[in-house]
């Protein structure tokens, strides 16, 4: 496992961040970290990084503790604030990741900053961010980790930039099978991306499994309202499957589990990942119990 978290939970005096989270993310996989504002999600990556540090139970970085040298060795963090010295010039730049770390790829760094056309004496703060961006990925992947966290690196980058960047994220990702945790809030990106989900909300985990799994455990359902239900749906669905339900005139659409139970004459699709996000993400409905092995699991916030 890459990372494994039993009963983590991290309280600020504002209150818990995040709360009684027990979550595995498989390593190899490229995990989307979702959630609303303010649900944990950097705290969570915070954690993994050892800027923070639990109030309650544990993190495991493939087996290792955050913060021990096994664990900082095979993990780089890339945060959506780069801090990168405007002064130094790019080459001084990838010095510093060389001199700070025992793994260090100068080859792939270069590699990577020249594919944007960047060379090396260019001072850094006469970059773009989209530049700066792929200098902080250099950085990061240099380091030749096995787990990359992001949280958020790509929001401040114009959607052809962002595009371009990503791509290359996940091209080395690949070919070095680097296990990728990415916070995102842009859903539509993550279809192709990720194929893994960590969904949280008010500091638990709503959602986790692998996103196919999910996708076939799960079905969107359309149909004729019933105008005696207040939620629209008739009352054979049991509502404990129910995640979501949207009203729309005299139409009901929802997000079920065990799309097995739904009677024929619904009219029945496999959600998209953004589908199955976005019901979770609506939903204040209890979650599902944990299976009992494998497979997707949900847990109550
Ligand atoms: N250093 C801190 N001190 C006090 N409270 C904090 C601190 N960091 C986070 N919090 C609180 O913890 C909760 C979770 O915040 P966190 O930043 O982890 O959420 P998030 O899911 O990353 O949100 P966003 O999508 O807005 O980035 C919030 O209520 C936030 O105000």
Redesign the pocket.
């Known amino acids: 496992m890459a990372l494994r978290a039993t009963r983590l939970g ?1 309280r ?4 818990w ?2 709360r009684d989270c027990e979550f595995e993310l498989p390593a190899g996989r490229v995990t989307a970290l979702v ?12 954690l993994a990084t050892d800027l ?1 540090r639990p109030t309650t139970g544990e993190l495991r970085i493939f087996g290792a503790a955050p913060g021990t040298a096994e664990a900082r060795d095979r993990t780089a963090f890339l945060a959506q604030d780069k801090p990168l010295y405007p002064r130094f010039t790019v080459a001084d730049t990838l010095r510093f990741g060389r001199e700070f770390n025992r793994t260090w790829d100068q080859a792939t760094a270069e590699r990577i900053v020249r594919a944007g056309g960047i060379d090396l004496p260019t001072q850094v703060g006469t970059l773009s961010q989209g530049q700066c961006t792929r200098i902080a990925l250099a950085l990061a992947l240099g380091k030749r980790p096995e787990l990359l966290l992001l ?2 690196p790509l929001a401040d980058l114009d959607p052809l930039v962002r595009h371009e960047v990503m791509g290359l994220l996940m091209a080395e990702a690949a070919e070095r099978g680097i296990t990728v945790v990415m ?1 995102s ?1 842009v859903l539509s990106e993550l279809e192709n991306v990720c194929d893994y989900v960590l969904l ?1 909300k008010h ?1 638990g985990v709503r959602l986790v499994g692998d996103t196919q799994e999910l996708r076939e455990t799960h079905a969107l359902i359309t149909g004729r309202a019933d105008d005696g239900a207040d939620d629209g749906l008739p009352p054979e669905v049991d509502r404990a499957t129910v995640v979501e339900t949207a009203l729309t005139g005299r139409q009901v659409t929802a997000l079920v589990r065990e799309p097995d139970l739904v009677d024929r004459r619904w009219l029945t699709e496999t959600p998209s990942l953004e589908d199955l996000l976005l019901g979770y993400l609506r939903s204040d409905a209890r979650p599902a119990p944990r299976p009992a092995h494998g497979g997707p699991a949900e847990e109550a916030a």
């Open positions: 991290r600020f005096r504002s209150g961040a995040l959630g609303p504002n303010g649900a944990g999600k950097s705290t969570l990556l915070h923070l949280d958020e916070s809030h949280l500091g």
